[in-house]
């Protein structure tokens, strides 16, 4: 109501907030080619396709997260394009690539972020080290040397 008398017609703002994260990938495959466009090359995606498979890998990995599933091997269902510009050897059916993405996005979204610096802890110094080796980054699609790429600095 407060947005109506104050502003008229309810601002597109307002009504995305209640929206989750599907519906928003959603909207974006809907928008005109050039506005997917933009929007892309904002956020380093190589174009509006990729932008909007990774939206809806995202959300793959954001669903299998919020109902505490088992996440750090996973088979990614909705696997995206590795970018071109991207190292070699990163597997779009790992979660790894996806977190990846989020730094990207990250980095545009939120410059001075401290996700960086605590998913790489995470990662180097939190992992549970295992006796048998059942249990690997390497199954999460990590890559040696990852945290020394631009993307992770």
Request: proline share 6%; hydrophobic share 45%.
């Amino acid at each position: 109501m407060h947005h109506l008398q104050q502003y008229g017609a309810l601002p597109i703002w307002a009504a995305i907030e209640v929206w989750d994260f599907g519906l928003l990938s959603k909207l974006f495959a809907g928008m005109k080619y050039a506005d997917q466009q933009t929007i892309a090359k904002v956020y380093g995606a190589p174009d509006g396709q990729a932008f909007s498979q990774w939206l809806r890998s995202l959300n793959f990995i954001r669903n299998v997260s919020a109902h505490h599933s088992r996440l750090w091997n996973i088979n990614v269902l909705e696997a995206s394009p590795v970018p071109r510009t991207w190292p070699n050897g990163l597997n779009n059916t790992r979660p790894f690539i996806y977190f990846c993405m989020m730094q990207q996005l990250m980095k545009v979204i939120c410059p001075h972020s401290s996700w960086e610096r605590r998913f790489k802890d995470l990662l180097i110094r939190d992992f549970p080290a295992v006796q048998n080796r059942k249990i690997s980054l390497a199954e999460m699609g990590v890559v040696a040397g990852w945290e020394t790429w631009p993307l992770w600095r």
